[in-house]
């Protein structure tokens, strides 16, 4: 029997980290012929976790160019990829959560008529400006995708109120599988600082914050509350924020925290020296997707500088709660994980609910059930 040919598509650095390990996993299955297509939506990032994962793509399309749009990011993973498919014709697509490198490969595998796989499926605010283009980007893909492998059972009741209930599959998230090959007590930073910071004597706070929709005043009251905690705190904490390249963003960090001796403003960091940073953490404070995923599996408290998330198990869960972007409400809720050792160990000691290591077999078995290559459905990751 043939092997089923998959091309697994992304362009960014969190789909890059999520998606590296099933890449591996389908490598290593003998029931696949795998390919990987990278669009390099984010060239240098991306990169970076490409090396570290050591993955070669067979496909690069290299569409990064300067002050790019959504629009030119559409068009030319759109055109690139119609002639990648034409090359290869692979039997599925899988693609990734929600950029606009995994809508444009939903729409040009669409166009093909190849079979698409959505991984990391089901995720919705329910407000399609937030957050933006995101959440149209994999409400889109959700109608295009023959396959959607759900992190959770949430997700999938998220498909199931929009009529997909076809080829759903709970998995568990493929970041929990990445974070078991990333995470080293001997790690050493390539970034000196973050060698030289006292881990347990202090407690480090690790902070992101780059989305579109907190540009102008949400981001103003950010920065302002980080400053207010960096001071209040001085002799307690370190804040290490990587500041993402955006101009917006490197404006707005270094014009409140600038000059603060116990904030630590760092170019932005490679996956597995992100993953280390958060295991060695005290509290995150974050506007990114992933990172409400990655640091609860770490054992660590998430406060969310947005006004909603498309991930409430974590929520539910007691591993994160949603901070927004007012200024005073930020400082305070910081305040209390920072003062309160009984809050801080609710949330630290709360199950993670988003995975145990073994979605990228799931997924595998999926496909192979799908195709009837087997009739055996995978197992459903069940959070418990």
């Known amino acids: 029997m043939d092997k089923l040919k998959v091309m697994t598509i992304f362009g960014t650095r969190p789909e890059a980290i999520k998606m590296a390990p099933l890449v591996k996993e389908l490598e290593n299955r003998p029931e696949f012929e795998s390919y990987c297509c990278v669009t390099a939506q984010h060239r240098q990032m991306l990169d970076t976790v490409l090396d570290i994962f050591h993955i070669t793509p067979e496909f690069d399309l ?14 030319k993973c759109l055109l690139g990829l119609e002639d990648v498919f034409q090359q290869v014709r692979p039997d599925l697509v899988l693609v990734h959560g929600d950029t606009s490198t995994t809508f444009a490969g939903s729409l040009a595998a669409f166009y093909q008529q190849i079979a698409v796989g959505h991984v990391e499926a089901g995720l919705r605010t329910g407000d399609k400006y937030s957050p933006f283009p995101e959440e149209m ?5 959700g109608r295009l995708a023959d396959l959607h492998f759900c992190p959770t059972e949430t997700n999938r009741r998220n498909l199931a109120r929009e009529g997909v209930v076809r ?13 078991g090959t990333t995470v080293r007590d001997n790690f050493k930073f390539t970034t000196e600082v973050l060698n030289k910071l006292d881990y347990k004597g202090k407690k480090v706070i690790v902070v992101t914050c780059h989305r579109r929709e907190n540009y102008g005043e ?61 295991a060695r953490s005290y509290l995150v404070l974050t506007d990114s997707g992933g990172l409400q995923e990655e640091a609860p599996a770490l054992g660590k408290p998430v406060l969310v500088l947005r006004r909603e998330t498309e991930r409430p198990e974590a929520v539910a869960a007691g591993t994160v709660r949603i901070a927004g972007t ?3 409400d930020i400082f305070d809720m910081a305040s209390e994980l920072i003062e309160s050792p009984a809050a801080y160990a609710v949330m630290a000691h709360a199950v993670n609910p988003y995975g145990d290591g073994k979605a990228c077999r799931r ?10 290559r087997t009739d055996r459905p995978p197992e459903t990751f069940k959070n418990r």
Do not use: K, W
């Not at 001085?234 to 924020?241: A, G």
């Open 62 to 75: 290299d569409i990064m160019e300067a002050q790019q749009s959504l629009s030119t990011i559409t068009c």
């Open 137 to 141: 980007n994999r409400s889109m893909v």
């Open 363 to 372: 997924i595998a078995d999926g496909i192979l059930y799908h195709f009837g």
């Open 218 to 278: 949400p981001m103003e009251q950010i920065m302002t509350a980080l400053r207010r905690i960096a001071i209040a705190y001085e002799d307690q904490v370190e804040l290490v924020y990587p500041v993402h390249l955006s101009p917006v963003v490197q404006e707005a960090a270094r014009s409140h925290l600038d000059g603060l001796e116990n904030v630590h403003l760092v170019d932005p960091l490679t996956a597995d020296e992100m993953h280390n940073l958060m």
């Open 326 to 328: 007012n200024g005073p």
């Open 167 to 179: 080829g759903v599959f709970v998995t568990g998230n493929t970041v929990i599988d990445a974070l």
